[in-house]
Protein backbone atom coordinates (compact mmCIF):
# COMPACT_ATOMS: atom_id res chain seq x y z
CA UNK A 1 0.00 0.00 0.00
CA UNK A 2 2.12 2.87 -1.44
CA UNK A 3 0.25 5.52 1.01
CA UNK A 4 1.49 3.37 3.91
CA UNK A 5 4.90 2.86 2.77
CA UNK A 6 5.68 6.68 1.67
CA UNK A 7 4.27 7.42 5.33
CA UNK A 8 6.46 4.78 6.86
CA UNK A 9 9.58 6.39 4.91
CA UNK A 10 8.78 9.94 6.28
CA UNK A 11 7.48 9.74 9.28
CA UNK A 12 9.06 6.84 10.86
CA UNK A 13 12.07 6.32 13.10
CA UNK A 14 14.58 2.98 13.00
CA UNK A 15 14.89 2.03 16.68
CA UNK A 16 17.38 -0.73 15.47
CA UNK A 17 17.82 -3.25 13.04
CA UNK A 18 14.89 -4.56 14.26
CA UNK A 19 12.75 -2.09 14.94
CA UNK A 20 10.55 0.64 13.94
CA UNK A 21 9.25 3.46 15.75
CA UNK A 22 5.67 4.25 14.54
CA UNK A 23 4.39 6.77 17.17
CA UNK A 24 3.34 9.65 15.14
CA UNK A 25 0.64 8.01 12.93
CA UNK A 26 -0.04 4.28 14.56
CA UNK A 27 1.32 3.49 17.99
CA UNK A 28 0.65 6.93 19.98
CA UNK A 29 -0.79 9.45 18.04
CA UNK A 30 -3.09 8.46 15.54
CA UNK A 31 -3.15 9.44 11.66
CA UNK A 32 -7.33 8.72 10.92
CA UNK A 33 -7.10 9.33 7.09
CA UNK A 34 -4.23 7.47 6.86
CA UNK A 35 -6.31 4.49 9.76
CA UNK A 36 -9.47 5.37 7.19
CA UNK A 37 -7.09 3.97 4.13
CA UNK A 38 -6.01 1.11 5.77
CA UNK A 39 -9.03 0.31 7.10
CA UNK A 40 -10.62 0.32 3.44
CA UNK A 41 -7.92 -1.49 1.91
CA UNK A 42 -8.53 -4.49 4.53
CA UNK A 43 -12.12 -4.61 3.54
CA UNK A 44 -11.46 -4.96 -0.16
CA UNK A 45 -8.50 -8.03 0.48
CA UNK A 46 -11.18 -9.72 2.58
CA UNK A 47 -13.92 -9.29 0.78
CA UNK A 48 -16.48 -11.88 -0.13
CA UNK A 49 -15.16 -14.31 2.53
CA UNK A 50 -18.17 -14.09 4.87
CA UNK A 51 -16.29 -12.57 7.38
CA UNK A 52 -18.30 -12.08 10.59
CA UNK A 53 -16.27 -10.21 12.97
CA UNK A 54 -12.56 -9.08 13.70
CA UNK A 55 -10.53 -9.73 16.49
CA UNK A 56 -7.60 -7.53 16.90
CA UNK A 57 -5.18 -6.98 20.52
CA UNK A 58 -5.16 -3.85 22.58
CA UNK A 59 -3.62 -1.27 21.84
CA UNK A 60 -2.72 -0.16 18.76
CA UNK A 61 -4.66 -3.24 16.88
CA UNK A 62 -7.78 -1.09 17.76
CA UNK A 63 -7.65 1.85 15.21
CA UNK A 64 -7.05 -0.52 12.05
CA UNK A 65 -9.18 -3.21 13.43
CA UNK A 66 -12.36 -0.42 13.89
CA UNK A 67 -11.79 1.03 10.45
CA UNK A 68 -11.94 -2.43 8.65
CA UNK A 69 -15.18 -2.93 10.88
CA UNK A 70 -16.84 0.26 9.68
CA UNK A 71 -16.05 -0.32 5.96
CA UNK A 72 -17.15 -4.41 6.25
CA UNK A 73 -19.96 -3.50 8.48
CA UNK A 74 -18.94 -6.27 11.66
CA UNK A 75 -18.28 -5.46 15.06
CA UNK A 76 -14.78 -5.72 16.23
CA UNK A 77 -13.51 -7.39 19.95
CA UNK A 78 -10.32 -6.56 21.29
CA UNK A 79 -7.94 -9.33 23.38
CA UNK A 80 -7.21 -7.17 26.81
CA UNK A 81 -3.80 -7.75 28.27
CA UNK A 82 -4.46 -7.13 31.73
CA UNK A 83 -7.19 -8.50 34.20
CA UNK A 84 -10.15 -6.13 34.25
CA UNK A 85 -12.42 -5.82 37.27
CA UNK A 86 -15.65 -6.31 34.67
CA UNK A 87 -13.79 -9.38 32.44
CA UNK A 88 -14.03 -12.21 35.03
CA UNK A 89 -15.66 -14.82 34.04
CA UNK A 90 -15.97 -17.49 30.84
CA UNK A 91 -12.73 -15.84 29.27
CA UNK A 92 -10.87 -17.38 26.50
CA UNK A 93 -7.22 -16.85 27.20
CA UNK A 94 -3.28 -17.44 25.46
CA UNK A 95 0.49 -16.26 26.54
CA UNK A 96 1.92 -14.04 24.64
CA UNK A 97 5.48 -13.22 24.78
CA UNK A 98 6.05 -9.24 23.61
CA UNK A 99 8.47 -8.79 21.22
CA UNK A 100 9.22 -4.73 21.81
CA UNK A 101 8.90 -4.71 25.81
CA UNK A 102 10.36 -8.45 26.52
CA UNK A 103 7.75 -9.69 28.91
CA UNK A 104 4.40 -12.26 28.58
CA UNK A 105 1.14 -11.61 28.84
CA UNK A 106 -1.77 -13.29 29.15
CA UNK A 107 -4.47 -12.13 26.77
CA UNK A 108 -8.55 -12.65 26.81
CA UNK A 109 -11.62 -11.83 25.38
CA UNK A 110 -15.00 -13.21 26.38
CA UNK A 111 -16.36 -16.05 25.55
CA UNK A 112 -19.77 -14.38 24.37
CA UNK A 113 -18.21 -12.27 21.69
CA UNK A 114 -17.12 -15.37 19.80
CA UNK A 115 -19.11 -18.08 18.47
CA UNK A 116 -18.82 -21.69 16.88
CA UNK A 117 -20.79 -19.53 13.68
CA UNK A 118 -18.74 -16.75 13.35
CA UNK A 119 -15.70 -16.25 10.73
CA UNK A 120 -12.71 -14.16 12.46
CA UNK A 121 -10.79 -11.89 10.58
CA UNK A 122 -7.51 -11.27 12.61
CA UNK A 123 -6.05 -7.49 12.26
CA UNK A 124 -3.23 -6.31 14.46
CA UNK A 125 -0.57 -3.47 13.91
CA UNK A 126 2.73 -5.48 13.61
CA UNK A 127 4.17 -8.62 12.83
CA UNK A 128 7.47 -9.39 14.07
CA UNK A 129 7.51 -13.05 15.27
CA UNK A 130 3.83 -14.13 14.84
CA UNK A 131 3.48 -14.36 18.85
CA UNK A 132 0.54 -11.82 19.26
CA UNK A 133 -1.03 -13.35 15.85
CA UNK A 134 -0.42 -16.87 17.20
CA UNK A 135 -1.86 -15.53 20.39
CA UNK A 136 -5.02 -14.07 18.76
CA UNK A 137 -5.94 -17.82 16.49
CA UNK A 138 -5.35 -20.04 19.42
CA UNK A 139 -8.04 -17.81 21.27
CA UNK A 140 -10.12 -17.66 18.29
CA UNK A 141 -9.64 -21.81 17.70
CA UNK A 142 -10.53 -22.63 21.48
CA UNK A 143 -13.77 -20.99 20.92
CA UNK A 144 -14.92 -23.37 17.52
CA UNK A 145 -14.90 -20.20 15.65
CA UNK A 146 -13.01 -20.12 12.12
CA UNK A 147 -9.88 -17.69 11.15
CA UNK A 148 -10.25 -16.62 7.81
CA UNK A 149 -7.28 -15.13 7.45
CA UNK A 150 -4.91 -12.09 9.29
CA UNK A 151 -4.46 -8.36 8.39
CA UNK A 152 -1.48 -6.62 9.43
CA UNK A 153 -0.73 -2.95 8.91
CA UNK A 154 3.18 -3.33 8.83
CA UNK A 155 4.74 -6.61 8.43
CA UNK A 156 8.92 -7.21 9.01
CA UNK A 157 9.22 -10.36 6.66
CA UNK A 158 13.05 -10.54 7.86
CA UNK A 159 11.58 -11.95 11.06
CA UNK A 160 9.48 -15.42 11.55
CA UNK A 161 6.13 -14.40 12.10
CA UNK A 162 4.73 -14.72 8.47
CA UNK A 163 6.15 -17.72 7.68
CA UNK A 164 4.94 -19.34 10.91
CA UNK A 165 1.70 -18.21 9.78
CA UNK A 166 1.38 -19.30 6.17
CA UNK A 167 3.13 -22.69 7.40
CA UNK A 168 -0.15 -23.27 9.21
CA UNK A 169 -2.02 -22.41 6.10
CA UNK A 170 -3.26 -19.36 7.43
CA UNK A 171 -3.60 -16.42 5.04
CA UNK A 172 -1.94 -13.18 5.79
CA UNK A 173 -2.32 -9.64 3.66
CA UNK A 174 0.26 -7.38 4.91
CA UNK A 175 -0.26 -3.65 3.83
CA UNK A 176 3.20 -2.85 4.01
CA UNK A 177 6.39 -5.38 3.78
CA UNK A 178 9.51 -4.79 4.97
CA UNK A 179 12.57 -6.07 4.28
CA UNK A 180 15.18 -4.66 5.73
CA UNK A 181 15.70 -1.69 8.22
CA UNK A 182 19.73 -2.28 7.93
CA UNK A 183 21.94 0.40 8.20
CA UNK A 184 18.99 3.17 9.38
CA UNK A 185 17.13 2.77 6.03
CA UNK A 186 13.41 1.07 5.38
CA UNK A 187 13.48 -0.87 2.40
CA UNK A 188 10.43 -2.67 1.46
CA UNK A 189 10.15 -5.87 0.08
CA UNK A 190 8.35 -4.70 -3.68
CA UNK A 191 11.36 -2.30 -3.96
CA UNK A 192 13.48 -5.13 -3.32
CA UNK A 193 11.84 -7.38 -6.04
CA UNK A 194 11.95 -4.73 -8.46
CA UNK A 195 15.57 -4.38 -8.31
CA UNK A 196 16.07 -7.75 -9.18
CA UNK A 197 13.59 -7.39 -12.32
P1 LIG B 1 5.14 -10.46 17.34
O1 LIG B 1 4.18 -11.00 18.33
O2 LIG B 1 4.76 -10.72 15.91
O3 LIG B 1 6.56 -10.87 17.64
O4 LIG B 1 5.15 -8.91 17.53
C1 LIG B 1 4.00 -8.18 17.26
C2 LIG B 1 3.71 -7.16 18.32
O5 LIG B 1 4.91 -6.56 18.81
C3 LIG B 1 2.89 -6.08 17.70
O6 LIG B 1 1.58 -6.15 18.23
C4 LIG B 1 3.59 -4.79 18.09
O7 LIG B 1 2.88 -4.19 19.13
C5 LIG B 1 4.94 -5.17 18.59
N1 LIG B 1 6.04 -4.92 17.64
C6 LIG B 1 6.83 -5.85 17.04
N2 LIG B 1 7.78 -5.28 16.30
C7 LIG B 1 7.60 -3.96 16.40
C8 LIG B 1 8.30 -2.82 15.83
O8 LIG B 1 9.29 -2.91 15.08
N3 LIG B 1 7.80 -1.60 16.16
C9 LIG B 1 6.72 -1.44 16.97
N4 LIG B 1 6.32 -0.19 17.21
N5 LIG B 1 6.05 -2.48 17.53
C10 LIG B 1 6.48 -3.73 17.24
Redesign the pocket.
Known sequence: MRLLEEKIKTDGTIISD?????DSFL?HQIDPVLMKEIGKEFALRFANEGVTKIVT?ES??IAPAVMAGLYMDIPVVFARKRKSLTLIDDLLTAS?H???KNETNEISISKKYITEEDRILII??????????LGLVDIVQQSGAAVIGIGIVIE?SF?Q?AEILASQGIRVESLARIASLAEGKVEFLNEKVEELI
Open positions: QVLKVNISGVSFTDDFLANGQAAKQG
